[in-house]
């Protein structure tokens, strides 16, 4: 993790020994903050065991037996309905801030580095309990630290396989990372099983059975990455003087290491590290006393109990100590790192300057430490614990009141005996009564302690309406009440705003210097629902960012409604060219994220990420493709005329030859009706000719051609023949006939 440096100072002009090292940190050490105690450790020391509720210090249990230990939860609960607004605000979505490029050139890689820089935080780092733990301290110790460090380590983790294959094997031994310790071959254990599943379709096993192998590797995991831890405010040392952690002249982190933590790490001098050696004001810490002593039994002992052959898991205190100084005797001090245990000077090395960043809710002008919100709701706490006391105390004497009785005069064993219709024997009539004493007000009580509630919430700026639980608010108008709540909020809303304009913004900031500085190789992360390379090294020289930490006004509620009514208002916007489909996408994805959806890629399509439009024609090219549409569509109307004309007259030709070919159907139909008719007649009149012939060559011809039929009647003129008896020889002879 850190570079061996050579201690001796043999070749650097007026460099400066350990000793001197030893004494300067020495110095700086004894001069900072919160050290040995002191007034700040011990306002945090209170602001603890008044967050826990615990009757010590100013809650103590009055000393007299039998009355009221009741301890008021102000602090815990103030700070606990703060937490959920003020966590959500930074963890509502995957992105907490966003790198804004200054440059146009610069917008892929802002984008790119705003998905990284959180991904490392939430991803690689647990980023919500690390934001958590960061405003909880805030709120309840002044300030919060949080430690952000590249951390380059490498660890050797121990792998055993069992029965591999020579595939396999080769596989594993092919990884850079991976160091064999033992290889053992042995026989295939299901070689023999192999065997009988082939004798029984009939067929024989390899006469060599196979090869498998039992390996035991060394595995070096990691290729450094960015570590961020959070700080106990009595573990950070920072000088007195100090406005801001980049303008002190001295921070610190005094924190607990084993020998073989120190070992492991690389550290030098480390076999000099005596049990004498260490610095234990770490561990006699009255902040960290104090916050143990809730639930263990041993505050004052650091360390887990070790045994003492085993010298390497024994706990020190060493100190990183974190100044400007100038070491190489140049006249320029320069940020320097000074790893100390006790009096043993571990490591010293050059650097960019302390890792911590820092928030705090109610900063004071000029000073680095400000105001928790614990600190402003202890007297409401302090007071209100006392009216509960007393009002409790007042209660319990009013139900068990004290009796008086005149010695001698009543039988003190009934009088002792409470019980339902019990007798006590009494000498003389007043010889027990009960006694005056002054009786409980719990109207006026109750009427302080809303006095005090008011007063608390006037002192945080947490109203009861911000948690939503005042039954006020039912008999009120809903405007009424939103503006309540809305004011009740402004002040989270403004320790908010505190909070990413301060830590967070140089949280981001040194989350992206560290990646850009020392990440030599891409890395592959899945960012909203895809896989994207990323490689901080193309960021080095692209530090012109601004940081824009994303704090939306008003609850989820209200900025969805916000956002409903901008979509509106974006619409008409986007039909006088003022809105495009990038603003429509960054007010979708506000919307998504505002509705509790963390990834609103998987609704709406990034605009960047759609294939790019093709570039606008040439006017020229467009009147051309006109002009030649409209000789094409004249042609094809043309076409289409001529088309339709010839359909037409090939229709009106059809329907001619139809005609035609029904008239000679019909002319040739009715001439070969006429020939039959004409062949059938002349057949008939043949035969009538046969008749007659035969008739008038046997009885002769009469005159005029009449003469007797072939059945002897007389014949009719022209050769018809007439029935017998003329036309109707029982009508008689008509007249004229």
């Given at each position: 993790?850190?570079?061996?440096?050579?201690?001796?100072?043999?070749?650097?002009?007026?460099?400066?020994?350990?000793?001197?090292?030893?004494?300067?940190?020495?110095?700086?050490?004894?001069?900072?903050?919160?050290?040995?105690?002191?007034?700040?450790?011990?306002?945090?020391?209170?602001?603890?065991?008044?967050?826990?509720?615990?009757?010590?210090?100013?809650?103590?249990?009055?000393?007299?037996?039998?009355?009221?230990?009741?301890?008021?939860?102000?602090?815990?609960?103030?700070?606990?309905?703060?937490?959920?607004?003020?966590?959500?605000?930074?963890?509502?979505?995957?992105?907490?801030?966003?790198?804004?490029?200054?440059?146009?050139?610069?917008?892929?890689?802002?984008?790119?580095?705003?998905?990284?820089?959180?991904?490392?935080?939430?991803?690689?780092?647990?980023?919500?309990?690390?934001?958590?733990?960061?405003?909880?301290?805030?709120?309840?110790?002044?300030?919060?630290?949080?430690?952000?460090?590249?951390?380059?380590?490498?660890?050797?983790?121990?792998?055993?396989?069992?029965?591999?294959?020579?595939?396999?094997?080769?596989?594993?031994?092919?990884?850079?990372?991976?160091?064999?310790?033992?290889?053992?071959?042995?026989?295939?254990?299901?070689?023999?099983?192999?065997?009988?599943?082939?004798?029984?379709?009939?067929?024989?096993?390899?006469?060599?059975?196979?090869?498998?192998?039992?390996?035991?590797v060394k595995r070096q995991t990691g290729?450094?990455?960015?570590?961020?831890?959070?700080?106990?405010?009595?573990?950070?040392?920072?000088?007195?003087?100090?406005?801001?952690?980049?303008?002190?002249?001295?921070?610190?982190?005094?924190?607990?290491?084993?020998?073989?933590?120190?070992?492991?790490?690389?550290?030098?001098?480390?076999?000099?590290?005596?049990?004498?050696?260490?610095?234990?004001?770490?561990?006699?810490?009255?902040?960290?006393?104090?916050?143990?002593?809730?639930?263990?039994?041993?505050?004052?002992?650091?360390?887990?109990?070790?045994?003492?052959?085993?010298?390497?898991?024994?706990?020190?205190?060493?100190?990183?100590?974190?100044?400007?100084?100038?070491?190489?005797?140049?006249?320029?001090?320069?940020?320097?790192?000074?790893?100390?245990?006790?009096?043993?000077?571990?490591?010293?090395?050059?650097?960019?300057?302390?890792?911590?960043?820092?928030?705090?809710?109610?900063p004071l002008p000029h000073r680095f430490f400000g105001l928790s919100i614990a600190d402003l709701a202890i007297e409401p706490q302090k007071l209100k614990t006392s009216l509960l006391r007393a009002g409790l105390?007042?209660?319990?004497?009013?139900?068990?009141?004290?009796?008086?009785?005149?010695?001698?005069?009543?039988?003190?064993?009934?009088?002792?005996?409470?019980?339902?219709?019990?007798?006590?024997?009494?000498?003389?009539?007043?010889?027990?009564?009960?006694?005056?004493?002054?009786?409980?007000?719990?109207?006026?009580?109750?009427?302080?302690?809303?006095?005090?509630?008011?007063?608390?919430?006037?002192?945080?700026?947490?109203?009861?309406?911000?948690?939503?639980?005042?039954?006020?608010a039912l008999n009120q108008t809903a405007t009424g009440v939103n503006l309540i709540t809305n004011r009740a909020d402004s002040r989270i809303e403004l320790i908010a705003r505190v909070f990413a304009e301060t830590g967070f913004r140089d949280l981001f900031t040194r989350i992206l210097k560290l990646v850009s500085q020392y990440q030599d190789q891409a890395s592959m992360a899945r960012v909203n629902g895809q896989w994207v390379n990323f490689d901080p090294r193309a960021w080095r020289t692209q530090f012109d960012f601004s940081v824009a930490v994303g704090i939306g006004t008003g609850n989820k509620d209200q900025q969805v409604q916000h956002l409903m009514m901008l979509g509106q208002v974006m619409q008409q916007a986007a039909q006088i060219g003022l809105c495009g489909p990038r603003e429509f996408y960054n007010a979708a994805r506000k919307l998504t994220e505002s509705l509790g959806f963390k990834e609103p890629d998987l609704f709406f399509t990034d605009p960047a990420n759609s294939p790019p439009k093709p570039p606008p024609p040439n006017p020229l090219m467009l009147k051309l493709q006109a002009d030649q549409q409209e000789a094409a569509g004249k042609l094809a109307l043309e076409r289409e005329k001529a088309q339709m004309e010839h359909q037409l007259q090939r229709e009106r030709l059809e329907a001619e030859i139809a005609l035609k070919r029904e008239e000679l159907t019909l002319k040739f139909q009715f001439q070969r009706e006429a020939d039959l008719y004409g062949r059938l007649y002349a057949q008939s009149e043949a035969m009538v000719d046969d008749g007659r012939t035969e008739h008038n060559a046997a009885a002769g011809a009469a005159p005029g051609g009449i003469g007797p039929g072939g059945d002897g009647q007389p014949g009719l003129p022209g050769g018809v023949f007439q029935p017998q008896g003329g036309p109707d020889a029982g009508m008689g002879i008509q007249p004229g006939a």
């Amino acid at each position: 993790m850190f570079d061996d440096e050579d201690d001796s100072t043999a070749g650097q002009p007026g460099g400066m020994t350990d000793a001197e090292l030893i004494a300067v940190t020495d110095e700086q050490i004894r001069q900072s903050v919160a050290y040995m105690g002191g007034t700040l450790s011990e306002q945090r020391r209170r602001n603890e065991y008044f967050y826990l509720a615990q009757p010590v210090g100013e809650l103590s249990a009055p000393a007299i037996d039998g009355r009221s230990s009741v301890v008021s939860t102000d602090v815990a609960d103030t700070v606990e309905w703060m937490l959920p607004s003020l966590v959500k605000t930074f963890c509502g979505s995957d992105q907490v801030c966003e790198f804004q490029p200054r440059r146009q050139q610069d917008e892929a890689a802002a984008k790119q580095a705003t998905d990284y820089v959180n991904y490392v935080l939430f991803k690689q780092n647990p980023g919500f309990s690390l934001i958590y733990t960061w405003i909880k301290d805030a709120l309840i110790q002044k300030n919060g630290v949080m430690k952000v460090w590249w951390d380059a380590s490498r660890e050797d983790v121990r792998e055993t396989y069992r029965s591999i294959g020579e595939a396999e094997l080769q596989i594993l031994l092919n990884d850079p990372g991976v160091e064999p310790i033992t290889i053992t071959p042995k026989a295939d254990p299901g070689a023999h099983e192999v065997a009988e599943n082939l004798a029984a379709v009939g067929m024989q096993a390899p006469a060599a059975p196979a090869t498998v192998y039992d390996v035991v590797v060394k595995r070096q995991t990691g290729s450094g990455r960015v570590r961020i831890e959070n700080v106990p405010p009595e573990e950070f040392l920072i000088s007195h003087s100090a406005k801001s952690i980049d303008t002190a002249a001295f921070c610190a982190h005094r924190v607990e290491k084993t020998i073989s933590d120190l070992r492991a790490a690389g550290y030098a001098n480390v076999d000099e590290i005596g049990s004498d050696a260490t610095d234990n004001a770490g561990a006699m810490s009255g902040e960290r006393v104090q916050r143990r002593s809730f639930d263990d039994d041993m505050p004052h002992e650091f360390g887990d109990a070790q045994s003492e052959a085993d010298e390497s898991q024994r706990v020190v205190w060493i100190t990183e100590c974190y100044l400007r100084l100038d070491f190489n005797g140049d006249g320029i001090a320069e940020w320097r790192k000074i790893v100390r245990c006790g009096s043993v000077l571990l490591d010293h090395e050059e650097c960019d300057g302390p890792p911590f960043v820092s928030i705090t809710p109610i900063p004071l002008p000029h000073r680095f430490f400000g105001l928790s919100i614990a600190d402003l709701a202890i007297e409401p706490q302090k007071l209100k614990t006392s009216l509960l006391r007393a009002g409790l105390d007042g209660l319990y004497h009013s139900i068990n009141g004290r009796t008086y009785a005149i010695d001698g005069q009543v039988n003190l064993d009934d009088l002792l005996t409470s019980r339902p219709g019990g007798v006590v024997r009494i000498k003389s009539p007043g010889a027990v009564g009960a006694l005056s004493e002054g009786r409980p007000d719990l109207g006026a009580a109750q009427a302080m302690l809303e006095y005090a509630e008011v007063a608390k919430e006037n002192r945080t700026g947490f109203t009861r309406y911000s948690q939503g639980t005042s039954a006020q608010a039912l008999n009120q108008t809903a405007t009424g009440v939103n503006l309540i709540t809305n004011r009740a909020d402004s002040r989270i809303e403004l320790i908010a705003r505190v909070f990413a304009e301060t830590g967070f913004r140089d949280l981001f900031t040194r989350i992206l210097k560290l990646v850009s500085q020392y990440q030599d190789q891409a890395s592959m992360a899945r960012v909203n629902g895809q896989w994207v390379n990323f490689d901080p090294r193309a960021w080095r020289t692209q530090f012109d960012f601004s940081v824009a930490v994303g704090i939306g006004t008003g609850n989820k509620d209200q900025q969805v409604q916000h956002l409903m009514m901008l979509g509106q208002v974006m619409q008409q916007a986007a039909q006088i060219g003022l809105c495009g489909p990038r603003e429509f996408y960054n007010a979708a994805r506000k919307l998504t994220e505002s509705l509790g959806f963390k990834e609103p890629d998987l609704f709406f399509t990034d605009p960047a990420n759609s294939p790019p439009k093709p570039p606008p024609p040439n006017p020229l090219m467009l009147k051309l493709q006109a002009d030649q549409q409209e000789a094409a569509g004249k042609l094809a109307l043309e076409r289409e005329k001529a088309q339709m004309e010839h359909q037409l007259q090939r229709e009106r030709l059809e329907a001619e030859i139809a005609l035609k070919r029904e008239e000679l159907t019909l002319k040739f139909q009715f001439q070969r009706e006429a020939d039959l008719y004409g062949r059938l007649y002349a057949q008939s009149e043949a035969m009538v000719d046969d008749g007659r012939t035969e008739h008038n060559a046997a009885a002769g011809a009469a005159p005029g051609g009449i003469g007797p039929g072939g059945d002897g009647q007389p014949g009719l003129p022209g050769g018809v023949f007439q029935p017998q008896g003329g036309p109707d020889a029982g009508m008689g002879i008509q007249p004229g006939a």
